[in-house]
């Protein structure tokens, strides 16, 4: 039998709503729980689609926004860690510049769902990476 699609989408959480995210804006923070531990994921909007990761640099393990949600650096085009200025790239969280090169933000999956209250942004969280209210 293929999997129960009323299942499936009791899993994805709601974010946001769809224009919360602007493209190169602010972000959005979730509370996360990683492997047993406290953890904090981000959801971004870049070039129309909406992105999300472990807000955990590849660098040190430390979150990357200075300010709460701010993930962008001033043009807008990369992502970047504020404590050493690694930058990644948002639509793959691949380190472009920086201390970090080589690694990447660890990635969490991301749809967006028209709803009865409008279009929103849903995570899907996987078994190892979850949301902290689970
Ligand atoms: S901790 Fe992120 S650049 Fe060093």
Redesign the pocket.
Same mark, same amino acid.
């Given at each position: 039998m293929s999997a129960d699609p009323a299942a499936t989408a009791a899993q994805a959480v709601r974010i946001c709503a769809a224009d919360d995210l602007v493209d190169g804006g602010a972000g959005v923070r979730r509370a996360a729980r990683l492997g047993g531990g406290d953890a904090v994921v981000f959801f971004v909007r870049y070039e129309g689609r909406a992105y999300g990761y472990l807000n955990r640099?590849a660098?040190?393990p430390?979150e990357?926004d200075w300010a709460e949600g701010q993930f962008f650096e001033s043009s807008g085009l990369y992502l970047m !860690?504020a404590?050493?200025?690694?930058i990644y790239a948002p639509d793959t969280g691949k380190c472009v510049g920086?201390? !970090?090169r080589g690694g990447r933000l660890r990635p969490v999956q991301v749809e967006e769902r028209d709803t009865p209250e409008g279009r929103a942004v849903f995570w899907l969280p996987d078994g190892e990476l979850h949301p902290a209210t689970l």
């Open positions: 640099c660098h040190v430390m990357l !860690c404590t050493h200025g690694a920086g201390p !970090c």
